[in-house]
């Protein structure tokens, strides 16, 4: 596969900021997500990287490093709902694979304590 | 408007029986997606539909694996002579094709249970 490794499991405290890192080996790297998926729930979409950088989007903010084949998700001011799994997936245009394929890593179960 | 659905949301067969389960995706998403997740497991691709195009179909584990989608609208992912190996959640996705990233929206997933 595309080799995406993530931690299995984070905790972290209300209030506090915590990073989830992900890597990944590609052929043909063409962008990489971030997906939230509450127990029992669809996963939903949360960011898009496909530049080297930071991307902000309100609490949550994504980097990307092609060529350390590295993202980390951030979160700041844990709140209790954000307990769930947070799964990274990229698209890998080499292989033969297609522009709608995507790869997911296993997700990494973040507990968010009071 | 509506978003992703999918039926049965669960499912219970027996070894051998064929299942189909069905995805009706957001109105006007050309790309329609099909993906099994195992319990403590991430997505695994099966299948994508996009317009007219020929299907990608490379992630079916095997020929008993098959899918079908009716122009822009409804697919069925059919599952012939089951296996317990097969137990897991079928999630269904759907997206616009000119977005700068395709976001892909998910319907609740069909929990499938092979006795």
């Known amino acids: 596969g595309q080799n995406i490794d993530q931690p299995t499991e984070m905790t972290a405290t209300e209030g506090a900021i915590v990073q989830i890192n992900c890597t990944y080996q590609?052929?043909?790297?063409?962008?990489l997500f971030w997906y939230q998926q509450h127990a029992g729930e669809a996963p939903t979409f949360l960011s898009y990287n496909v530049l080297d950088g930071l991307e902000e989007k309100g609490r949550f903010s994504s980097f990307l490093s092609r060529s350390k084949g590295y993202s980390y998700l951030l979160l700041k001011e844990l709140q209790m709902k954000d307990s769930a799994s947070y799964l990274c997936?990229?698209?890998?245009?080499?292989?033969?694979?297609?522009?709608?394929?995507?790869?997911f890593g296993r997700g990494t179960q973040l507990t968010v304590w009071p | 408007g509506a978003g992703v659905s999918q039926s049965p949301s669960n499912k219970v067969t027996e070894k051998g029986k064929d299942v189909e389960l069905r995805c009706d995706p957001i109105?006007?998403?050309?790309?329609l997606y099909w993906y099994r997740q195992r319990l403590g497991q991430g997505l695994e691709f099966l299948i994508y539909?996009?317009?007219?195009?020929?299907?990608?179909k490379s992630g079916l584990p095997s020929d008993r694996f098959s899918a079908e989608r009716t122009g822009e609208s409804v697919s069925t992912l059919t599952i012939q002579r089951t296996q317990q190996e097969d137990s897991a959640v079928y999630l269904c996705?759907?997206?616009?094709?000119?977005?700068?990233?395709?976001?892909?929206?998910f319907g609740p997933g069909t929990r499938l249970t092979v006795l």
């Open positions: 539909f996009q317009g007219n195009s020929a299907p990608d």
């Open positions: 996705a759907s997206s616009l094709w000119d977005s700068r990233y395709n976001e892909q929206f």
């Open positions: 997936a990229v698209r890998d245009l080499g292989r033969g694979s297609t522009l709608g394929r995507l790869y």
């Open positions: 109105s006007g998403h050309t790309a």
């Open positions: 590609t052929s043909g790297f063409n962008g």
